[in-house]
């Protein structure tokens, strides 16, 4: 990527920006031609306007999908027909990375380094993946029976509704969009409000790359009419979801209130990240403790927001995280020498501040960050640490989506692993020790869906990511991900 600041101001300028939905293998407009001001984070200022749907909107997106379902211009197409276009789909992306990088970082705040080297990254090798995959999943037939003959086969669900979050606009949709099509369904995708523009280019792009007319569907707007729209959607076969828990129980109900469609979700976390005395090397630990609170702007579902450390190290931990907070350089999300951008709005960085007020007010002790919000224009907020903490305090307890990390100490393991399951979230959770017999009894010991080893939030796309507790349930990435996306078909045939 390129290293000027000044190289991607002038790139930001002059980007095309989408200015409609993506609805049968072209741009539309709203039926109410209603729209919405995107705001940049990084400024405050008006973006463009994008196209607000209404259930009329959703009901077309949804009768495209299922007609290119049923027209069998995708769905009955060879597995390896399919893998092929997923692939050049996953090349045009590389082919325009600069592009998406910088509208990811427009609309919501993300460092360009983040969003070029790591979001992109992510989202092109996940595409490329499961084309790779598409002609190497396999039906089964149970061995040994001499009087009959039998063949469990995978189907598409047909018309699948995907709704993602802003934090991770184009990763978290490529964890579920190409598991989706390789299996041949239709999609219609929600992207978060506040960042449709990396995903509706992302559509377009897909067209070009072959995707059918009506298979890839983006609609805009906001949860309220959009979401429960689709939750409601009696032609909608299945609705996955990451975002919030209070949202993934909304869509639960209305799955029930329509056709009873699966609804997999990947919702909230607490991450604990637990340092024994015995981990292999503290300076890293330390150092990456301090990245799993402040990369995004602490607003990930994955994020380190309880950090866990043995009590004789207390001190040394917490000395150390907060110097590398200190050093980070906070500034303009298009300066590739920017680690920390701002908060995707400014509702948020509001919620965040009231959070760590609240913090204060409760009796934890604020080690580092503030309780003013700082001068100049985005929507800022540094890194803050509390120490002191009550594990049952709403500190410890609650998402706050943002960068504030609580310090917990323990005297020993089961002191450790109890901590560590106090909460009503199992998304991730880490582990620093050399004791390898202590990997094992804690990893297994830890209610979590995701266990790092002496690192955090590694992976790739050949292991699942979901959680469980109000973290959901069903996973992304993987061959497994693909279960949400087929039904099985069981053939029995009478020799």
Request: glycine share 10%; charged share 20%; with cysteine.
């Amino acid at each position: 990527m390129s290293t000027s600041s000044s190289y991607w101001s002038d790139f930001a300028a002059k980007v095309r920006l989408p200015q409609g939905m993506w609805i049968d293998g072209r741009s539309v407009s709203a039926d109410a031609e209603a729209r919405y001001a995107l705001v940049s984070p990084r400024n405050g200022e008006v973006l463009t306007q994008v196209p607000s749907a209404t259930s009329t909107d959703v009901d077309r997106a949804v009768s495209g999908a299922a007609a290119a379902f049923a027209a069998g211009s995708w769905s009955r197409i060879s597995p390896r027909e399919r893998g092929e276009v997923l692939i050049r789909w996953a090349d045009l992306l590389e082919t325009h990375r600069d592009e998406l990088a910088v509208l990811l970082s427009l609309e919501m705040g993300k460092p360009i380094a983040h969003s070029w080297l790591i979001e992109l990254r992510t989202s092109i090798a996940v595409i490329r993946w499961y084309g790779e995959l598409a002609d190497k999943l396999l039906d089964e037939s149970p061995r040994g029976r001499r009087d009959s003959f039998a063949v469990v086969t995978r189907e598409p669900l047909g018309v699948v509704a995907i709704i993602t979050p802003w934090n991770f606009p184009m990763t978290l949709s490529s964890f579920k969009i190409p598991a989706a099509l390789v299996s041949g369904n239709s999609i219609v995708l929600k992207p978060a409000s506040q960042s449709p523009l990396a995903l509706t280019r992302m559509a377009e792009l897909g067209s070009a790359a072959g995707l059918p007319a009506g298979v890839f569907q983006v609609i805009t707007g906001g949860g309220g009419i959009t979401g429960r729209a689709l939750g409601t959607h009696d032609d909608i076969a299945a609705l996955t979801f990451t975002g919030s828990t209070a949202v993934g129980k909304k869509l639960l109900t209305y799955a029930g209130e329509s056709n009873a469609k699966a609804v997999s979700l990947e919702l909230g976390g607490k991450s604990p990240n637990i340092i024994f005395p015995d981990a292999p090397d503290l300076d890293d630990a330390i150092t990456t403790a301090a990245w799993a609170i402040w990369f995004n702007s602490g607003q990930m579902c994955t994020a380190g927001s309880r950090l866990i450390v043995h009590e004789s190290l207390r001190a040394e931990v917490v000395t150390g995280v907060i110097d590398r907070l200190s050093a980070l350089r906070i500034g303009d999300p298009l300066d590739p020498e920017t680690d920390y951008g701002p908060m995707v709005s400014e509702q948020h960085r509001v919620d965040v501040l009231t959070e760590i007020r609240a913090g204060v007010d409760a009796g934890a002790t604020l080690a580092h960050g503030s309780t003013d919000l700082p001068d100049g224009p985005g929507y800022f907020l540094p890194p803050a640490v509390f120490t002191d903490v009550d594990q049952n305090s709403r500190l410890a307890q609650h998402e706050i989506f943002g960068s504030v990390l609580s310090v917990l100490t323990f005297g020993d393991e089961a002191e450790a692993v109890a901590i560590a399951n106090n909460t009503q979230y199992g998304l991730g959770a880490s582990v620093w020790t050399s004791d390898v017999r202590r990997v094992h009894r804690v990893s297994r010991a830890l209610q979590a869906g995701l266990v790092w080893v002496n690192c955090f939030e590694e992976g790739d796309a050949s292991v699942p990511f979901g959680g469980r507790k109000l973290s959901g349930h069903g996973s992304d990435k993987s061959i497994h991900g693909v279960d949400k996306f087929t039904t099985f078909k069981t053939t029995w045939i009478n020799l």
